[in-house]
């Protein structure tokens, strides 16, 4: 029969639902909630009401392309932390009224940890101990990776992450939330040397990305062209708009050329400190593509072994969480239906 989960994301503004078999996963739906995009961010009860609306038909989707059905479960996972703690609840509560309903156990997974497990999801996995750049819209870290359940962070923001510095420069930049996404497209027809932004001297393996922001506002309102800065709408005055427009490959490959190198600099560093050479990428912003060529030439140039996970894998899903719950199954780490969900 073998240990088959069925595993739910809904910590922030995906729903997804995963089912994997002996640690191969047999599905991986995911619902995107895109009544964000107009409010410039992730509202936390726009979030939680619309995981409502979707859980049912996401997790029966899931169920039903990995061509089981919910008796043939061996347990239910949800993510446990961190996350919208309204997010959260959501899919706990139905985690944890499938686990009651069919007697099975519950497992709860830390969604960070779950994002460097992602990389174990393909059959070429890295070998412990690895080192995992992970980062997304809530988190920059450098993770040391000494088996499945064993994980040290040993680098990590001391202000924005990764994914917030791309977000928020494009934020300034005009464009939509989650601008990550649109930095990349319009910096394939850009120059990434055009313009220069300031490198943060952060000591150890730590990384900053507040100066790199505050820079990007400075350098707009500096352009030769603007006054007045509006918090509210940066992109102000014609002039300014008009730079923007005309030199947006330009700015937005220039400003992933500086986040991206920071990042791979602490990398490379952890490496040689470490001694590690099996090295990893996770989270959202590793969906970059910048990010996955200059990681991928890095690690030729250092004789690295490198892994990206798959793109679905790399964004919040529920395969990450299911991989995770079968460790975690397979370590008999199970718990409680009254087991809490915690933001942090
Ligand atoms: O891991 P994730 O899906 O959610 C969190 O747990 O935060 O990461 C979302 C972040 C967002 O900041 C988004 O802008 C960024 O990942 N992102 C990207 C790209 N795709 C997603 N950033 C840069 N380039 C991309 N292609
Ligand atoms: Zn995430």
Not at 170 to 181: E, F, Q, R, T, V
Not at 271 to 289: F, H, M, P, W
Request: with cysteine; hydrophobic share 45%.
């Amino acid at each position: 029969m073998g240990i088959t989960i069925l595993a739910i994301e809904s910590s922030c503004d995906e729903t997804s639902a995963s089912v994997c078999r002996d640690g191969v996963v047999l599905s991986n739906i995911i619902a995107t909630q895109k009544v964000h995009a107009q409010y410039g961010g992730v509202v936390p009860e726009l979030a939680s009401r619309a995981h409502l609306q979707n859980i049912v038909p996401v997790v029966a989707q899931a169920l039903e392309a990995a061509g089981c059905n919910k008796h043939t479960l061996s347990a239910v996972a949800f993510t446990q932390s961190p996350g919208l703690l309204g997010a959260l609840l959501v899919g706990a509560q139905f985690a944890k009224s499938m686990a009651l309903a069919l007697n099975i156990p519950l497992i709860g997974v830390h969604h960070m940890q779950a994002h460097v497990l992602a990389n174990m999801v393909t059959e070429r996995q890295p070998s412990f101990p690895f080192l995992c750049l992970t980062v997304s819209g809530g988190h920059t870290q450098i993770v040391l990776c000494k088996s499945p359940l064993e994980q040290q962070v040993v680098g990590t923001t001391i202000d924005d992450a990764a994914g917030e510095a791309f977000d928020k420069s494009a934020k300034l930049l005009g464009l939509p939330y989650p601008g990550g996404p649109l930095i990349d497209a319009y910096a394939k027809h850009g120059n990434t040397n055009r313009f220069s932004f300031p490198e943060p001297q952060i000591p150890g393996l730590d990384f900053s990305f507040s100066g790199v922001k505050t820079a990007i506002l400075y350098f707009l309102q500096n352009a030769g062209l603007s006054q007045v800065y509006k918090p509210a709408q940066v992109a102000s005055t014609e002039d300014q708009l008009a730079f923007i427009q005309n030199n947006l490959p330009d700015l937005c490959a220039s400003i992933q050329h500086r986040i991206v190198s920071i990042l791979l600099k602490k990398l490379q560093k952890a490496s040689k400190e470490t001694g590690i050479r099996q090295i990893c990428l996770a989270g959202g912003v590793s969906a970059n593509s910048y990010l996955r060529s200059q990681f991928t030439a890095m690690g030729q140039q250092l004789g690295w072994q490198t892994y990206i996970p798959p793109f679905e894998y790399c964004t919040d899903n529920a395969g990450m969480i299911a991989i995770t719950a079968y460790y975690k199954f397979l370590a008999g780490q199970f718990i409680d239906l009254d087991a809490k969900v915690s933001a942090r």
